[in-house]
């Protein structure tokens, strides 16, 4: 019979799993982080009875009936068999127990745990235990010793400890010998190897021990080092051996997946089989009638090598009489009939001379630092073509009868060059983010904030089910999966399904376009021969896909191909949001654990253009990319195996900046949190809780939670800290609206508004922390990150708190600001001057049409005023936020496509003048300009000094008779400049408004302030309705125009305004009265 692996199958949750035979094999038990322990009549049973103990199961022993498990709360339980009925709880420890095991007639059991014990235990009465002592670290294996004279126990370190066990006087237990093997580790998540050792049977005359990528063998009563068994095609650390019922082979599971089997008696390793999936084999048990071993992995799998006496034995027997060499390129060989490995014997049926023989051939191979030879396969993966040179180094192995004599030492080879160097990592493979492993029969084929694509593949059903969490897209799907799809993706628009590609037929891409408006709603595509699709995403109106010819193929949403471009390597992620594609694929090989992956950010709009150029994605130490996508409102966003959410910052050069770390909020290092979706405004990161597994199980449907961010500032703890870290955590989280105006979507300006007056009022208490600490320089920094207003009120505080050396500073800084915010006020002014027609030339044309126009302007200035006045009026409401290092580079074509798209609503033209204005203020920073202020600014500050000196003792009354007879000069001041028109900006209706009833305000409340005056006149003004806003407005415009048109008359030809005499004649801003009038506070 070959000697075959069964395709493995789904047993339990991701996590440490553990499987036994009964003992007439009419059964196969095992027991995963799920907590259940399931009873298999067969690899094929599709239905295992299943017997929940506890809330993770980390191993089990079955003998007599008797079921013992080792569970995560800490105690050693046991059950009947098959009934599964509780029986009891036969040990506890302080800590989790990590292996248990009967002895040969079942009457006792031993458990190791990771508080250092070892505790033996009799079946029958529990309360006859004994605790044996001598570990220094987390005890892993237990085994008894076939005769019930020995138990050998493994912790962490490898350090095994063989205890003598005496019958019937237990007091008397003593620590025979003591062996340091592998280097010490004190966390069971770290340990290199299970360490799960094992007795010879039946007189337990050798003892198997793992260490490292071999299997030493120690002699019984001796304890001596007798023989080391090794593969070194398997350059993989041992992790669990096991013994066939006859003593004769032995057979070693790996953390690469390597399933080896050595014939101790002929001194071969008879066979070699590779976990088709490549995970770690944390489970073994031979069948009791040696023909079969069962194993289970870390990802939950069971899987089973049959065959195994028929081929081991045929492989010994004709090792002695083997002349011919197989050819090089029939090794192992699937379609070999006979399944026999005779490659393993060389000509003269001698090991040594293969492995000296090798040593020759392959001189120039790599060695590790360990100096055992490894093979250049190992580096990548095992090839089922490689020579096997498996061997047996034996010292001294004696025999139980003595008819055989003692095998000789070996001779040491002639060492090779030892390369010391970095280690390469291999690969990380393609995969979907939001999916699950493609190998579970029920998987998540994708999970966003559209919907769920669950994919269900057993032998009663092979469908897809697609549902919707707004069912106003789209009603629930259910799909067939005749072509076995593995990889999906789904928008509000479509579904995008792949397959991968046979000998007989290709890869196919289909689409379910169910929001198309015709009929046919499907459309299919075959991929060349021999391409594969690996990765794909949907977008607004697109459809990606990533082969494995490192090519990018885009379709459209209707099934029309378009551009097709190379990759610098090969993918391993694709993300779509609207226009935008998110690339990610090989670099080159990374090394020491580390992925080498990067990444492209390409805007497929109609203006088609890269954004990010392939640089590095970067990721944490030793670990590996565990999703990408994008936030909700369009920032990419990745997410590391290490549990590290990173976030792109647009503001800063397109910089990854981590904003949260999962592994904080788990409470266990077996715990995982499965991101689902992310979202900027509300700050929420949407992910599935899993315990003790990376992924959630498809039922019962998983419940999403909700993760708060958080970025990794220093002295968080402290006031300082947690301020400054909810500043720049604002400031990242809402440079969103800067793209989406820029990329032509409607923003939320109320939700900006409180979001820039947070960011604000964050500055402004670190400010008023700063003075009370005395550190006046850092309130000038704070200050330069302020906005104009909140700028006044840190004058005001700095001036009340007797700080006038920092008062005098921030007004400095007060004026410059107003003097930038004038300039860039003209340069975006200055665009609409020269598209809009002249005032000659409006003169000239239609009054109607001039009259329409004047309406669309009247209601756009009347929006605009009124924003600009409530922001001056309410100083603790800022307008825009110009933080130093943080401006928006798209800030200034923030505003184009509304521009351009006047005649869609009101509503957003009235948005226009404000998207660009707040844009400009955010596009330049004040921290780098010269504080050396302008000619003008400079006149300006001595006016408000000397006016705020003269001032400060005049009685109220006389305030407001200055400000009466100054407002005449105040208000003829731009109609003098009013001659050029590009250096003075014209009057909105407010403006023209609030001077036709300023005196109506005061004469209803004399005692008002001029913020208070505008507040006043912007209540009146709202209350009016809005077609007589326009009339009155419109009136008061034509007004305007007839006295400016007769004042030019007059003043045509016979004077010139100096554009600096005009600079002059403008009147005081609101911030520098206030900046003046904080001085003469007491």
């Given amino acids: 019979m070959p000697c075959e692996v069964k395709p493995i199958r789904y047993g339990h949750s991701e996590g440490h799993t553990d499987v036994c035979f009964h003992e007439d094999g009419s059964c196969i038990v095992t027991c995963g982080s799920d907590g259940d322990v399931r009873v298999w009549e067969s690899l094929d049973d599709d239905d295992p009875k299943s017997i929940n103990v506890g809330e993770k199961a980390y191993s089990l022993a079955l003998r007599n009936g008797k079921l013992v498990t080792a569970v995560s709360n800490n105690t050693v339980q046991i059950h009947t068999f098959p009934d599964g009925d509780p029986d009891g709880i036969l040990t506890r420890f302080t800590t989790s127990a990590n292996h248990v095991t009967f002895n040969a007639s079942g009457t006792r059991v031993a458990a190791g745990s990771s508080d250092f014990m070892v505790k033996v235990v009799e079946v029958t009465d529990s309360s006859k235990q004994k605790t044996l002592r001598g570990h220094d670290a987390p005890v892993l294996s237990v085994a008894f010793d076939p005769t019930d004279e020995f138990l050998v126990s493994g912790k962490y370190d490898c350090t095994v400890h063989i205890i003598s066990w005496i019958l019937f006087h237990l007091a008397f237990q003593t620590r025979v010998v003591n062996w340091n093997v592998l280097p010490k580790c004190n966390d069971v998540s770290n340990a290199k190897s299970l360490c799960r050792l094992a007795w010879q049977p039946p007189s337990g005359k050798l003892l198997a021990v ?25 350059a993989q650390v041992v992790n669990v051996v096991v013994w066939s019922p006859c003593g004769k082979f032995l057979a070693a599971g790996s ?6 089997v050595w014939d101790v008696e002929a001194k071969l390793c008879v066979e070699r089989q590779k976990h088709e999936r490549g995970y770690t084999i944390c489970g073994m048990a031979w069948h009791p009638s040696g023909g079969q071993i069962a ?3 870390t990802e939950g799998c069971l899987g089973l090598l049959d065959g195994l006496c028929a081929s081991s034995s045929s492989s010994s027997s004709t090792a002695a009489v083997s002349k011919e060499p197989k050819d090089y390129d029939d090794l192992f060989d699937e379609e070999d009939a006979d399944g026999l490995l005779d490659q393993c014997v060389s000509d003269s049926g001698s090991p040594v001379k293969n492995a000296v023989e090798d040593d020759d051939d392959d001189d120039d191979d790599l060695m590790p630092a360990t100096g055992k030879p490894r093979n250049r396969g190992s580096f990548l993966d095992d090839d089922d073509n490689s020579q096997d040179t498996g061997s047996l180094k034996v010292d001294k192995l004696a025999d139980d009868d003595g008819g055989s004599a003692s095998l000789r030492p070996v001779v040491p080879a002639v060492p090779r060059p030892v390369y010391e160097g970095p280690m390469p990592t291999p690969p990380q493979k393609a995969f979907q983010p939001g ?55 789904l928008s509000q628009e479509a579904v995008l399904l792949a397959c991968e590609g046979t000998d007989e037929l290709a890869s196919k891409l289909q689409c379910l376009h169910f929001s198309s408006w015709d009929t046919n709603k499907e459309w299919m595509v075959d991929l060349p021969k021999g391409e594969d699709v690996q990765a794909l995403c949907l977008g607004h109106g697109w459809a990606a896909v990533g082969t494995s010819a490192m090519l990018l193929r885009i379709f459209s949403i209707g099934g029309v191909q378009r551009e097709i471009f190379s990759l610098p390597g090969p993918v391993v992620c694709l ?52 999703w990408m996508g994008f936030s909700a409102e369009g920032t990419p966003c990745s997410v590391d195996s290490e549990g590290v959410v990173r976030m792109l910052n647009r503001s800063v050069g397109n910089t990854w900046t981590p904003v949260c770390n999962t592994r904080e909020s788990c409470k266990s290092k077996s715990d995982h949190y499965w991101v689902v979706g992310i979202h900027e405004n509300p700050q929420q990161l949407r992910c599935i809780p899993c315990k003790g597994s990376r992924f959630p199980p498809t039922l019962p449907r998983p419940a999403v939670s909700i993760l708060p961010f958080k970025l990794p500032l220093c002295q968080t703890s402290t006031e300082k800290g947690q301020m400054e870290e909810q500043y720049w955590r604002s400031l990242l989280f809402h440079n969103h609206f800067s793209f989406l105006s820029s990329s ?36 000038v920094e704070l200050a330069e990150m302020m906005t104009q207003s909140v700028v006044t009120l840190a004058i005001r505080y700095a001036s009340r708190s007797r700080r006038m050396l920092l008062a005098q500073r921030l007004s400095e800084l007060a004026l410059e600001k107003a003097s930038q915010l004038e300039e860039e006020e003209e340069l975006d002014e200055e665009p609409a001057y020269h598209s809009t027609p002249s005032r000659a030339s409006r003169q000239s044309g239609s009054r109607a049409a001039q009259e329409n126009d004047d309406e669309y302007e009247d209601a756009d200035d009347v929006q605009e005023e009124s924003m600009e006045a409530e922001d001056g009026a309410e100083s603790r409401k800022p307008r825009k936020s110009t933080v130093a290092g943080a401006g928006k580079s798209t800030g200034s074509p923030a505003g184009q496509p509304r521009v351009a798209n006047v005649l869609d609503t009101m509503t957003m033209s009235s948005r226009k003048p404000s998207a660009l204005t707040s844009s400009s203020k955010q596009s330049k920073a004040p921290v780098l300009k010269p504080l050396a202020p302008k000619p003008r600014s400079k006149a300006q500050a001595t006016l408000l000094q000397m006016s705020a000196t003269k001032g400060a003792g005049k009685k109220p009354e006389e305030k407001r008779t200055e400000k009466e007879t100054e407002k005449p000069a105040v208000e003829k001041t731009p109609s003098a400049a009013g001659d050029n028109v590009e250096n003075t900006r014209p009057k909105t209706g407010f403006q023209m408004w609030l001077e036709e009833n300023r005196k109506n305000i005061l004469a209803d409340n004399p005692d008002l302030e001029e913020t208070e005056i505008i507040k006043e006149a912007m209540g009146r003004f709202r209350t009016l309705s809005a077609e007589a806003r326009l009339t009155e407005v419109a009136d008061l415009k034509k007004r305007k125009r007839e006295e ?39």
């Fill in 435 to 489: 999916s699950t492993p493609a190998h579970l029969m029920h998987r998540f084929m994708m999970w966003n904030s559209v919907g769920i694509v669950r994919c269900y593949n057993d032998e009663q059903d092979n469908a897809i089910d697609v549902e919707f969490h707004d069912t106003a897209v789209h009603h629930a799907m259910h799909l067939t999966n005749s072509l076995d799809h593995c990889v999906a993706d």
């Fill in 1044 to 1082: 400016e048109e007769e004042e030019n008359k007059e003043v045509d030809g016979e004077m010139e305004v100096d554009e600096t005499s005009a600079k002059k004649k403008k009147p005081l801003n609101t911030s520098a009265k206030l900046s003046a009038f904080a001085f003469n506070k007491d």
């Fill in 575 to 626: 993300a779509g949001h609207g226009e935008q594609l998110l690339i990610v694929y090989h670099r080159g090989t990374g090394f020491d654990g580390d992925q080498a992956l990067g990444v492209q950010l390409l805007q497929l709009g109609r203006k088609k253009r890269q954004i990010i150029h392939g640089e590095p994605l970067p990721l944490s130490r030793k670990s590996y990319l565990a």
């Fill in 255 to 260: 953390v690469g997946g390597i399933l080896s």
């Fill in 295 to 297: 194993f289970t992995d």
């Fill in 210 to 234: 793992p260490v490292d990528m071999s299997v030493h063998l120690y002699e019984r009563k001796s304890w001596t080092h007798v023989g080391t068994l090794s593969d070194d095609l398997s």
């Fill in 744 to 779: 032509g979507y409607e923003v939320n300006e109320e939700s900006q508004r409180q979001q820039e007056k947070e960011q604000q009022e964050a500055l402004m208490k670190m400010f008023a922390l700063s003075c009370k600490l005395e550190r006046e320089f850092r309130c």
